[in-house]
């Protein structure tokens, strides 16, 4: 026969989770608007014709490279797939136990670079305007 005692231990535990659990969630959805006011936002991308040159076709160097890579990866991976789905398609044809099967290629993404590029673009430092020409000043009138 149990004894009340050996199910009180274990009950209090389960019912001190639940009620920890619903606390923790009731004070998540307080503290989330605050942190979200608090939390540094990135400063505002300036157009790019405000920014330097050089940096900003750094900025578009990086991303065509990135793109690059995510395209070249997808292709590798494309060529991957499709024999590896063979071999699978083979292996459940032939009724072979323990057949893998092969994992679609997820696509490029290029969301990665369009955001590393803009992460770019604001450390770019606007273009350096140089400073207003003093207006000319009259000539001092001659001394009489």
């Keep these: 026969m149990l004894h009340p005692q050996r199910l009180l231990f274990p009950s209090a535990m389960i019912l001190l ?9 009731a004070v ?25 040159a050089a940096c900003v076709s750094r900025c578009a160097r990086a991303q065509t490279q990135c793109e690059k890579r995510q395209q070249l990866r997808e292709t590798e991976c494309q060529q991957q797939f499709s024999p590896t789905q063979t071999q699978h398609n083979d ?13 679609a290629c997820l696509g490029a993404d290029l969301s990665l670079c369009k955001t590393q590029h803009q992460e770019c673009l604001r450390t770019c430092p606007p273009i350096k305007t140089p400073p207003p020409a003093a ?3 009259a000539a001092p009138a001659p001394a009489r």
């Design 17 to 25: 989770i639940f009620l920890s659990g619903c606390q923790m969630s």
């Design 28 to 52: 998540k959805q307080r503290i989330e608007p605050l942190l979200a006011k608090l939390s540094p936002r990135p400063p505002a991308l300036l157009p790019i014709a405000a920014l330097d």
């Design 91 to 103: 292996c459940i044809a032939n009724q072979q136990p323990g057949c893998l099967q092969a994992v």
């Design 135 to 137: 207006a000319p000043t």
